[in-house]
């Protein structure tokens, strides 16, 4: 005797699978909770660790400058005072466009974040950016 699934069988199965699809493509990031980027001294690796983005007067206080090749976003929130996030939206992913006002913003969809902490401060997203590594050494910024 054969057994057939159950169509209830088959939606459970479907669910799971797309709840798992759905977690994957929502996550993809390390945020280990904090809620700033730190900074940390590290050597160069093959990943890109290392690289330098940025001298620090490249970065206006107040502001920030997004490197779109390396999808980071550095702001200087107070004088001397250097930060790190991701710079992909967690609302769908999209590339941030600018940094302006206090925020880093995502033009697909209108996401503001805090360029102290990465919080939302405009929705529709509704997690922070992830905190990126970098290294401040005396005038220079790197990638950790």
Same mark, same amino acid.
């Given at each position: ?13 479907? /669910?799971? *699978? ?8 929502? /996550? ?7 809620? =700033?980027? =730190?900074?940390? *001294?590290?050597? *160069?690796?093959?990943? /890109? ?6 001298? *620090? ?5 107040? #502001? ?33 466009? =600018? ?5 880093? !913003? ?11 902490? /990465?919080?939302?401060? !405009? ?9 990126? !590594?970098?290294?401040?050494? #005396? ?6």
């Amino acid at each position: 005797m054969t057994h057939r699934p159950t169509r209830r069988t088959i939606l459970i199965a479907s /669910g799971a *699978t797309g709840a798992t699809a759905l977690v994957a493509a929502c /996550g993809g990031s390390d945020d280990s909770g904090g809620d =700033s980027a =730190s900074t940390t *001294t590290t050597a *160069t690796g093959e990943d /890109g660790a290392g690289d330098k983005l940025a001298d *620090t007067a490249d970065i206006p206080v107040g #502001g920030g400058t997004i490197f779109k090749d390396q999808k980071v976003v550095v702001t200087q929130p107070e004088q001397g005072q250097f930060k790190a996030f991701s710079a992909i939206c967690t609302h769908q992913q999209c590339l941030v466009g =600018s940094v302006s006002d206090g925020t880093i !913003n995502c033009p697909c969809h209108g996401s503001k974040f805090k360029i102290t902490d /990465g919080a939302v401060a !405009n929705p529709p997203a509704t997690r922070p950016l992830p905190a990126q !590594n970098i290294v401040v050494d #005396g005038n220079s910024i790197s990638l950790a």
